[in-house]
């Protein structure tokens, strides 16, 4: 898990706050993303980017926004967030090199609440 | 359309016993699958994967898979559980456009009694 670190690793935010959070690789992969994990759901994938380029939006509101400066750091922007928000979100990490076989290396989360 | 299907949300086994943990999936194409285990309060930490070659496939902490391709299947196995193999486990498939992309399913949780 140290290969991907993400920070912090919960946040209690209201709905009218603005917040980020950080990821960051040392596995010195080409490719990162942020995943939702809600309770009883399975993971959704929310956003890619290959090469510092964003390549996958999956639908995600622009209440949501992401940033990468480099291949090495990912963040998530958010503001005016709701309730339903509130979820484990994950970063992950692959090579970005091999396509469909890469292997995706994850952080350990930030659980965010929204109150 | 790509899915993976998991579907126990629970299993439980005695430790020292056998443990397996079913998985199916459906893609056009070629697959590729991944098994990940979810600690409490952790991420996901990958186990194996199936690219092609041999049909089973050997992977962290003694676990292994075994790809089926008649019966679209990729399911998890462990000869003798241990109470620590207690957890999360999901199972994934990759798709298309050059990069990858997973589709997760539901996860099972696996209970690991004394």
């Known amino acids: 898990e140290t290969g991907v670190t993400q920070t912090p690793r919960h946040l209690v935010m209201g709905m009218t706050n603005k917040k980020s959070l950080k990821c960051e690789q040392h596995l010195g992969h080409n490719a990162m993303y942020w995943y939702k994990q809600s309770a009883k759901k399975p993971l959704e994938l929310m956003f890619v980017?290959?090469?510092?380029?964003?390549?996958e939006n999956n639908s995600v509101p622009s209440r949501f926004s992401p940033e990468c400066p480099n291949s090495s750091h990912l963040f998530l922007h958010l503001h005016t967030l709701q309730p339903e928000d509130s979820a484990l979100y994950l970063c992950a990490s692959s090579q970005g090199l091999a396509g469909e076989s890469d292997t995706q290396y994850f952080g350990p989360g930030t659980r965010l609440t929204v109150l | 359309a790509q899915s993976v299907a998991q579907p126990e949300d629970q299993v439980n086994v005695a430790e020292g016993n056998p443990l397996t943990v079913k998985c199916t999936y459906s893609?056009?194409?070629?697959?590729?699958l991944f098994w990940y285990v979810q600690y409490p309060n952790r991420g996901l930490q990958f186990l194996l994967k199936?690219?092609?070659?041999?049909?089973l496939v050997k992977g962290s902490y003694g676990f292994e898979a075994e790809f089926n391709k008649s019966q679209t299947s990729f399911h998890l196995k462990k000869p003798s559980a241990l109470v620590s193999d207690s957890a999360l486990y999901f199972c994934?498939?990759?798709f298309g456009g050059g990069y990858n992309k997973l589709i997760f399913g539901a996860g099972t949780r696996l209970a690991v009694h004394p």
């Open positions: 199936y690219i092609t070659g041999d049909n």
């Open positions: 994934a498939v990759s």
């Open positions: 893609v056009s194409g070629n697959p590729y």
């Open positions: 980017y290959n090469f510092k380029e964003q390549t």
